[in-house]
C-alpha cells in the first residue's frame, strides 16, 4: 500500500538638459531675411544612474519630416546634431521659410545605418543605453524650437546577489541572457517605442564584483535587455562566479521598455537562486538597493534508488530553492518536480530552501533515508 509523509513546522525625469538656455523665443536665429533656425531642446525621462543627460560631444540622429509621419519625405537628409555643452547643433541646419513647418524625430546614439524610422535597428551588444523621441515635434517659422523628450527603449535588468554559506571567494566575472524568447538584436519603432526581436546571438556583459552576505546597496551589477516576458517562455540568467558557471531559471516577470528591473538571488554552496518575491520595477529612477533578510531556511536530505525522483511538496508562501540531485545536476525547486536518472543505484538529493513550513511526501518507495535534521 502507498504511503505518504508530512512534516509540519510549527512557528508562528525628470532631469532637464537644457539647450540654448540663453536665448529666448524673441532671439531668433536669422538664417536669412525671411527664414529661421530650427533649435533643440532634450530632456530625458530618467533619474536613474544610466543617461540622465547628454554630454558635450554627444551625437544623434534627427530628421525634418514633411508631414507628421515617419515615412513622410525628409526635408533633407542625414541630419545629425552634436551637443556642444549648451546646445544642439544640427549638421545640416534645418531651415524653415515663412509660413513653413516640419515635424521633428530623434534618436540616439548616431547610428549611419538608419533608414526605416519604423524599424530602427537595435543591438544590444554595445550595451548602450537606447534613447527615441516618440510622437514627431512639431516646429514652425514662428515657433521654431523643437522641445524632444527623449525615452528609453530598451530594459536595464539588475542584479542583487548576497551569498549564504558559500566558501567561495564570490567573484562575479560575467552575466549574459538566454531564452527562446529573449533577443539580443531586434528593430525599434521611433513613435511607440516597441522593439520587435530579430536575432538571438549571445551577448555576455563582463563584470568585477564580489558577492557578500549582505548583497549591494550600490554600484549593481546590470545589462541592458531588449524586454522579454517569463509568463510563458522561460527564460536564464547564465552568472560566471569564480571561474564556474551557474545557470538560474528566471522567475516571472513582464518587462517593458524603459523600466529598471531589479532581481535579488542568493549564492549558496549548492548553487544560485532567485528570490521571486523581491523583484522589483521601477522606471528607470532608483539607483540604490538593499537585499531584505531571508527567512524560514531549511535543508532537507534524502537518500534512494529510484530511477525517476518525484519531489516533495513544500508548504509555505513565497517558497524558493535549490535541489542538489546528487548525480552532478542542480536545479530550481518546484512542487511536483521529477528528475529522471540516466544511471541506477542509490542517490543522495539536498533541498535546500527558504519561507517553507513543512513539507510532504507521497510517495516513499525507494527513499532509504529522510534527514531533517536542518530543516
Not at 525522483?309 to 548525480?327: H, K, M, Q, S, Y
Not at 538529493?349 to 513543512?358: Q, R, V
Request: aromatic letters at 10%; hydrophobic letters at 35%.
Amino acid at each position: 500500500m502507498m504511503r505518504k509523509i508530512s512534516y509540519f513546522i510549527l512557528s508562528g525625469l525628470l532631469v532637464l538638459l537644457q539647450a540654448c538656455s540663453s536665448n529666448s523665443d524673441e532671439d531668433v536665429p536669422v538664417a536669412g531675411e525671411n527664414t529661421v533656425e530650427v533649435e533643440i531642446e532634450t530632456n530625458i525621462l530618467t533619474r536613474a544612474d544610466v543617461t540622465t543627460l547628454f554630454v558635450n560631444g554627444d551625437e544623434m540622429n534627427i530628421w525634418a519630416k514633411t508631414y507628421n509621419k515617419v515615412d513622410a519625405p525628409n526635408m533633407m537628409d542625414d541630419i545629425k546634431g552634436t551637443y556642444s555643452g549648451n546646445r544642439w547643433e544640427m549638421t545640416p541646419k534645418i531651415t524653415l521659410n515663412e509660413g513653413e513647418r516640419t515635424f521633428i524625430y530623434a534618436y540616439a546614439p548616431y547610428s549611419s545605418q538608419i533608414t526605416d524610422l519604423a524599424k530602427i535597428p537595435i543591438d544590444i551588444s554595445t550595451q548602450q543605453d537606447v534613447l527615441y523621441s516618440g510622437n514627431a515635434v512639431p516646429v514652425s517659422y514662428t515657433s521654431h524650437k523643437a522641445k524632444l523628450v527623449m525615452k528609453h527603449a530598451l530594459a536595464l535588468v539588475t542584479l542583487n546577489i548576497s551569498s549564504q554559506g558559500y566558501e567561495g571567494a564570490g567573484h562575479l566575472q560575467s552575466i549574459s541572457l538566454h531564452g527562446d524568447k529573449v533577443y539580443t538584436t531586434g528593430v525599434l519603432h521611433i513613435e511607440t517605442g516597441k522593439v520587435v526581436g530579430t536575432g538571438k546571438e549571445t551577448v555576455t556583459v563582463p563584470l568585477n564584483h564580489t558577492v557578500m552576505m549582505q548583497g549591494w546597496n550600490k554600484g549593481l551589477p546590470r545589462m541592458w535587455a531588449i524586454p522579454f516576458s517569463t509568463k510563458v517562455e522561460t527564460a536564464f540568467l547564465k552568472a560566471r562566479i569564480d571561474d564556474e558557471d551557474y545557470q538560474v531559471r528566471f522567475p516571472e516577470v513582464e518587462m517593458k521598455s524603459g523600466y529598471q528591473y531589479i532581481f535579488h538571488l542568493v549564492l549558496t554552496r549548492n548553487g544560485l537562486e532567485f528570490i521571486p518575491d523581491q523583484t522589483q520595477n521601477i522606471s528607470l529612477n532608483q539607483e540604490s538597493d538593499q537585499m531584505e533578510a531571508l527567512e524560514g531556511y531549511g535543508m532537507l536530505r534524502f537518500v534512494h534508488n529510484v530511477g525517476n525522483l518525484e519531489l516533495p511538496i513544500l508548504a509555505g508562501d513565497n517558497v524558493f530553492g535549490i535541489v542538489t540531485w546528487g548525480d552532478g545536476m542542480t536545479d530550481s525547486y518546484r512542487a511536483g518536480g521529477n528528475h529522471t536518472y540516466s544511471t541506477l543505484g542509490e542517490k543522495e538529493i539536498f533541498i535546500e530552501s527558504w519561507n517553507s513550513t513543512g513539507f510532504e511526501l507521497e510517495k516513499l518507495t525507494g527513499i532509504e533515508v529522510i534527514d531533517i535534521s536542518q530543516y
